[in-house]
């Protein structure tokens, strides 16, 4: 470990220590004050990864106990909750699309269709990666897409236009899509997870897809236009022509009916649950051979699922000892109780804090104040709860603000202020989508 990471650690620790000596503030309780120090610790932790945020969930959970806050049988059985097999499940389930390639085929269909032009070419990159985001982990698609792409513009040169915008579309195209359903990302089962567990609001499979997915649907034509605005790509000579696949096998025949079984059973059972439905598609998987469980541990991100019982745990802290309630009193007390005006600042923190730290961790420390604010001051709770979830799903103008970025600067193709020109239009784009459908098309809708 280095020393930065050291003296970061250091400070980190000494927040519980200096809370647990100064007094109490009035309207709140010796625990509420504890989670108030470990919102801060994990803050610190979760925006430097200073250690593997999959440690530093576990961190989170074990402060309680030791803090005297909750019994850690209390703390550990948070963790136990529906939303975390339905994420193990949706990982195991992408193994087995990358395992039967099920992937290469569905990209290689779409730059065939889109591929005639640049301009063209970039906007079925943005599909490709959104739609495949519905059902997998966004940097899993960029993972897995990368070479298709790479291949597609091997020919042109890393300074280029059609260079950067191709990639940028890419990661791009993979956020955006990964808030359309529950299997796009860690954050959208969280926060389902932790509405039920604090508020008891049930938000199925479909209708958080009737939220979130015309949000998507809506970012991918304006994150066409942003990219090839600010990168208008040259005409330049590139290839569609990926290798031959030949005809449809039978395990990614397999794989498709079992994608659509899944979907059916998440669209349809609702009495079962949203875990159920996946882990049936999961099992699937082994019973028809697939992938193998070695092939799921090569890409189940274990890191992810821990961090995500640190969030339970100080959401659930958050609640229960009337912390969130306590801090949203001071932060009404600040910017009023202009309901817009709170919603607004909402979104536009959550997006800058997906900037600098992992999307889970941001919505994990955004949602139990948000929801708190809401309760507060009068807003509803699914309202503010979506709109921070949808929010937490951005990330456009940093490199660190999601793997996918990463993944794809590690090609050559773009610099940080390449995706910086783009990634600042596109949050603020971003931002006033998810406002005005909080605010007007989800009471159209009558979904609120």
Request: hydrophobic letters at 60%; glycine letters at 10%.
């Amino acid at each position: 470990m280095t020393r930065n990471k050291l003296l970061i650690l250091f400070f980190a620790s000494l927040i519980p220590l200096i809370f647990y000596f100064i007094p109490t503030p009035p309207g709140l309780t010796y625990e509420g004050k504890m989670m108030l120090a470990i919102l801060l610790f994990a803050a610190v932790l979760f925006v430097s990864e200073a250690l593997p945020l999959g440690i530093s969930g576990l961190l989170v959970m074990i402060l309680p106990p030791i803090l005297g806050v909750f019994p850690s049988g209390e703390v550990f059985s948070f963790f136990g909750n529906e939303a975390v097999f339905f994420l193990i499940g949706a990982f195991i389930l992408a193994a087995g699309v990358q395992k039967s390639g099920l992937h290469a085929r569905f990209a290689a269909f779409v730059l065939k269709v889109f591929g005639n032009s640049p301009g063209r070419f970039i906007l079925g990159v943005l599909l490709m990666g959104s739609t495949l985001s519905f059902f997998m982990s966004e940097h899993a698609v960029v993972a897995l897409l990368l070479p298709i792409v790479g291949f597609s513009i091997a020919a042109v040169e890393k300074g280029s236009n059609f260079g950067k915008a191709s990639m940028i579309a890419l990661t791009y195209g993979c956020t955006a899509g990964s808030v359309a359903t529950l299997m796009g990302g860690a954050r959208n089962p969280y926060t389902v997870a932790f509405l039920y567990e604090n508020f008891g609001i049930h938000v199925s499979f479909l209708q958080w897809v009737i939220m979130a997915l015309p949000v998507t649907l809506l970012m991918i034509p304006l994150l066409w236009l942003i990219i090839t605005r600010v990168h208008p790509p040259e005409s330049v000579e590139f290839s569609t022509e990926l290798p031959s696949r030949g005809k449809m096998g039978r395990k990614e025949w397999e794989m498709l009916a079992v994608i659509l079984i899944t979907i059916f059973l998440l669209l349809t059972m609702h009495g079962w649950g949203i875990a159920v439905a996946v882990i049936i598609g999961a099992v699937l998987i082994f019973l028809l051979d697939i992938a193998s469980w070695r092939d799921v541990e090569k890409t189940l991100p274990w890191g992810v699922v821990l961090l995500y019982g640190g969030a339970m745990t100080l959401g659930r802290g958050l609640q229960i000892t009337g912390a969130s309630e306590w801090l949203a009193g001071n932060i009404v007390a600040v910017f009023g109780s202009n309901p817009n005006l709170i919603l607004l600042v909402l979104i536009v923190v959550t997006i800058m804090m997906t900037e600098i730290m992992s999307h889970a961790a941001a919505v994990a420390l955004m949602l139990p104040i948000g929801t708190g604010i809401a309760v507060a001051s009068g807003l509803s709770v699914l309202q503010i709860a979506m709109a921070i979830a949808l929010a937490g799903g951005f990330g456009y103008a940093l490199l660190v603000g999601t793997p996918g970025n990463l993944i794809t600067y590690s090609t050559g193709y773009f610099r940080q202020r390449d995706i910086m020109k783009t990634g600042i239009l596109a949050d603020a784009v971003g931002a006033i989508i998810v406002y005005v459908f909080a605010t007007v098309v989800w009471n159209a809708m009558g979904v609120l």
